[in-house]
């Protein structure tokens, strides 16, 4: 579970695409009222309950469920501060047909899983519970409209789970503690001055948490949690009719109080004079500035009218981040990353707002250039190739969603139906947004683009802020007069107008020649077909029905960091961005933006500590850009010394004070200490001195070395093409790519966590925070069924810490376990644990811990356990074989690694034959080795587990 400040989500789902001339929007009735989608049925029973029910198969034999509450902590009472969210919690304690525990018990029974699947927010203005129900078993179904109706109006709140819930929510609050949160909590009250969301942030008051009366909770759930408030969404492998008699049995008998209160919407005032803040906390990382305009009403879109307006604030919006973007892309960046938007925390509201961080740079520098960028829009407006690009992006994005409609997953119609019940955003559906789209969007002007800026042109009330580290002796931060000043002055200054620079229209200069498939191979067990190339490379094809319109590309080969010593450690660990941000071919980051506008298409380089590679997508009419796009990045990357300049600089910006930060700082500690301050350790935290030692010679010829050498690379293609389209493409542009014949092998350099038993423990940060991680290495002999009982073993113990150290001790929120067994570098295990928690509970829970190993070491997981493991993974798997992202990996790592393919595509064979027995037999493995516990303490505190005397870092 969880609570989120949810900003108001348009329904303009994509922002960017391709432009295509279509009917003239004259032919469109703009006052014609948006239709909703016929495929979706909307009824209301008479008690007020909405509903939305579709059938969709994808993925078969499931169904989406949710309980949407249009309720929140804005209706909180004074008393009642975090009990909104709270209720939501106490939905999971116990109803009148599920005892405490037993919703979640059950569903993970059925492959359910709590957290990942099963989950609920709280907002402002919405709760929302998640319930995804496999159906492959008669009752599942049933079973869980019975859930969803008893958190409608049958949970218990017992007084002994609303006591004991209050220290699982005070988790939660301290989880996000923090110089972020403390900064957060004095800006947000002015942010939204004069209006009760300033008082009501879902997490609600520690102290009201601690003490409230049982019945202020009760008292909640009486008022808000009525059928006249609420909405059931069905959506998946169901017949209509069905869900609906489902709904109507479960939902009908429900009523609404006698007296109900009045459902209100919080006002939001606007600004009435110009304010800033300059907020430091001790603590914080990063400068950041941000400019808020005031708030005003904005109704859902109606007409399609309405839907043109949104279309035209969206391209408006996104080529003013676009300018933003260019900023940062520079040398000498006045920020390291800005964004613009009109939205608001608020329902019913949009304002506009803009932010940039500076790192530990000239926030009043950064403050400058945003307010300047934002000036030059409202005087100036854009330009035609701006307005151009960004019609392509709408334009392609939409064109893909309407190409893969019939693949659309039940949990995307979902998200459309909560909003279309909560915020009356419109539902029309893909085929008539598309429709629309190619009709209105040639249309649209550079004039009523430019106008949007009206909107903010004459907003003379600002709330101006600045928050960052507190300034050091040296350093002098800006006054809140000053910062207002910056606003004022750019508002006089001259500005000129953005220059559009002239960019090649074609990626390649010249276009390679091709070269010839050799050897064709078919494998009928995973259905691909493998390619040998003139030049050597290897090419797996895997064509798929999964997706209608979309492609995905792995590439992969032995090499990777550890091939390098420690001359180049950080030229190696950071040749990727620093070449990215260079750009590639003739273009610089960008330009190349701008020449793929409405393209669907990318290509990043990949380089792990032990391989190479590149992973890429695209829909199908853009797969010769993708092609194209890969030859590019392994035939010519960009040098650019100002750019790379500008990556170092705003790489130390960003990082420089991270030792404030107190769990950077004990994270970074801790890894130098597990791995005995080896010089070729793994870089876990940033430091900012680290990117002095970057050079730029060293980061081409490593690029080069390793990305533009395709020695014995592997490629793999998964999704929607043909082999007769695709395989010209291999040949053209795969075919062609240089080779060495250099071999390229794993390295193993000799970097090993420390041996035996250690513990140690680390003061640092002022919030009343402590984390408990514990690492469990050694070295085994690799296999695949190994690997699987050491993941097993992770799960089981997973559902045990939610069952014990949350539940029943009450000591954490959120914590877990992760297994991994490695091939390469080395054949080796890890198993680490992460429980984040209270000071207070450190030595409880290590304690409670080690006792769930010690138990599973004796006598093995029960066999419940390991069978709701099993139901889970399964579950997943039927998702997995239909995901292209999934098969690309699995092939990839057969080739890099080796293994049984049998595994995956007879998973489920593999899965049913754990045993308890076997969970044992891993544990005593991965738990007898070397033991690594590093616990973070308070600075003031005292305590902890300690088997040696505690040491300062």
């Avoid at 909590?185 to 942030?201: D, N, Q, T, V, W």
């Avoid at 590679?613 to 990045?633: I, N």
Wanted: net charge neutral.
């Amino acid at each position: 579970m969880m609570y989120t400040l949810r900003v108001e989500v348009r329904w303009l789902l994509l922002l960017l695409g391709f432009f295509v001339m279509q009917p003239s929007f004259s032919q469109v009735n703009l006052s014609a009222k948006l239709p909703v989608d016929s495929k979706v049925k909307i009824g209301k029973l008479d008690n007020g309950l909405t509903y939305y029910i579709r059938q969709n198969k994808k993925p078969e034999q499931k169904v989406e469920l949710r309980l949407v509450l249009n309720a929140g902590s804005i209706l909180e009472d004074d008393d009642q501060q975090g009990l909104a969210h709270m209720a939501e919690h106490m939905a999971f304690n116990g109803t009148s047909h599920f005892k405490k525990n037993d919703i979640v018990s059950f569903l993970q029974d059925i492959g359910v899983g709590f957290g990942n699947d099963l989950n609920a927010y709280t907002s402002f203005d919405e709760t929302v519970y998640m319930l995804p129900i496999p159906t492959d078993k008669p009752g599942n179904l049933e079973k869980g409209f019975q859930v969803l109706e008893d958190w409608a109006h049958n949970v218990t709140y017992l007084d002994d789970d609303i006591n004991g819930e209050r220290a699982i929510i005070l988790e939660e609050s301290r989880m996000g503690k923090g110089a972020n949160e403390r900064i957060f909590r004095k800006i947000y009250p002015k942010l939204f001055e004069g209006s009760k969301y300033a008082k009501r942030l879902p997490i609600g008051v520690d102290s009201i948490i601690k003490n409230f009366p049982l019945d202020n909770i009760r008292r909640f759930y009486k008022d808000w949690y009525r059928p006249n408030l609420m909405a059931v969404v069905v959506v998946g492998d169901i017949e209509v009719a069905k869900a609906e008699a489902l709904v109507k049995k479960h939902f009908a008998g429900l009523t609404n109080p006698a007296s109900p209160r009045t459902r209100e919407y919080a006002h939001v005032p606007p600004y009435t004079a110009s304010q800033a803040m300059v907020v430091t906390d001790k603590e914080a990382t990063n400068n950041r500035v941000a400019i808020n305009y005031p708030a005003y009403k904005k109704a859902a879109a109606v007409t399609v009218g309405d839907y043109r307006d949104d279309l035209v604030q969206q391209m408006f919006v996104s080529m003013l981040n676009e300018r933003l973007q260019e900023l940062t892309q520079q040398a000498n960046p006045p920020f390291i990353y800005g964004g613009a938007d009109f939205d608001s925390y608020a329902r019913g509201y949009e304002s506009f707002n803009a932010l940039a961080a500076a790192g530990t740079g000239d926030p009043q520098k950064a403050l400058a250039a945003l307010t300047e960028e934002i000036e030059r829009v409202k005087r100036y407006g854009f330009t035609a190739p701006e307005l151009e690009r960004a019609k392509k992006s709408v334009m392609a994005q939409y064109e893909r969603t309407y190409n893969n409609r019939a693949k659309t997953e039940s949990a995307d119609y979902v998200e459309e139906y909560m909003n279309h019940f909560l915020l009356q955003e419109p539902i029309p559906g893909i085929e008539k947004e598309y429709e629309y789209v190619k009709a209105l969007l040639p249309a649209i002007t550079l004039a009523e683009v430019n106008a949007v800026s009206k909107l903010i042109k004459d907003q003379k009330n600002l709330f101006v802020y600045m928050s960052g580290p507190e300034p050091k002796e040296t350093e002098k931060l800006p006054t809140e007069q000053e910062l207002l000043a910056i606003i004022d002055a750019k508002a006089r200054a001259d500005i000129k107008p953005y220059q559009e620079k002239a960019i090649a229209a074609t990626l390649l200069r010249t276009e390679p020649k091709a070269g010839k498939v050799l050897v064709v191979k078919k494998n009928v067990q995973l259905g691909t077909t493998e390619y040998t190339l003139s030049n050597g490379i290897t090419v797996t094809l895997k064509p798929t029905d999964f997706k209608s319109d979309q492609i995905i590309m792995g590439a992969t080969r032995p090499g990777g960091k550890n091939s390098y010593g420690l001359a180049d450690k950080y030229s190696a660990e950071y040749m990727v961005p620093a070449t990215v941000a260079m750009g590639v071919g003739q273009f610089s980051p960008t330009d190349l933006s701008k020449v793929l506008a409405g393209k669907t298409v990318s290509v990043d380089p990949v380089f792990t500590s032990i391989s190479d590679g590149y992973r890429g997508s695209s829909s199908v009419k853009d797969l010769a850009t993708l092609f194209q796009l890969t030859y590019l990045h392994c035939t010519a990357p960009r040098g650019d010394t100002a750019l790379f300049r500008a990556f170092v600089q705003k790489n130390k910006l960003q990082f420089a004070r991270i030792d404030a930060n107190p769990r950077a700082s004990f994270v970074d500690t801790l890894y130098k200490t597990l791995f005995n301050n080896h010089p070729l350790a793994p870089v876990a935290v940033p430091n900012s001195a680290n990117f002095d030692k970057i050079d730029y010679e060293r980061v081409l010829a490593i690029r080069q070395e390793h990305l533009g050498d395709c020695s014995n690379m592997h490629f793999v293609f998964a999704g929607s093409f043909k082999e007769a389209d695709i395989k010209p493409l291999i040949e053209k542009y795969i075919a062609s790519l240089p080779v060495s014949g250099k071999k390229f092998s794993f390295t193993d350099n000799k970097v090993r966590p420390v041996e035996g038993k250690r513990t140690f423990t680390i003061n640092k940060g002022k919030e009343d925070q402590s984390l408990i991680l514990a690492f469990y290495t050694g070295e085994t002999p690799y296999n695949e069924d190994t690997e699987l009982k050491a993941h097993a073993l992770s799960e089981v113990l997973n559902i045990r810490i939610i069952e014990e150290l949350r539940e029943k001790i009450q000591g954490i929120y959120g914590g877990g376990t992760y297994a991994e067994l490695e091939k390469y570098p080395y054949n080796s295990y890890s198993f680490v644990v992460q429980l984040p928690c209270g000071p207070q509970k450190v030595d409880t829970l290590v304690k409670a811990i080690k006792h769930e190993f010690s138990s599973i070491i004796a006598a093995g997981p029960d066999t419940s356990y390991l069978n709701k493991v099993k139901k889970q993974w399964l579950e997943q798997h039927k998702l997995n074989l239909k995901e292209n992202g999934v098969w690309v990996e699995k092939l990839l790592q057969y080739k890099l690694q080796g293994g049984d393919p049998d595994r995956f595509i007879h998973y489920e064979k593999y899965v049913n034959a754990l045993t308890p027995k076997d969970i044992q037999e891993v544990a005593k493995l991965v738990l007898g080795g070397n033991e690594f516990l590093a616990i973070q303490m308070p600075e003031n505190a005292n305590g902890g587990t300690a088997a040696e005397p505690k040491k300062g870092f």
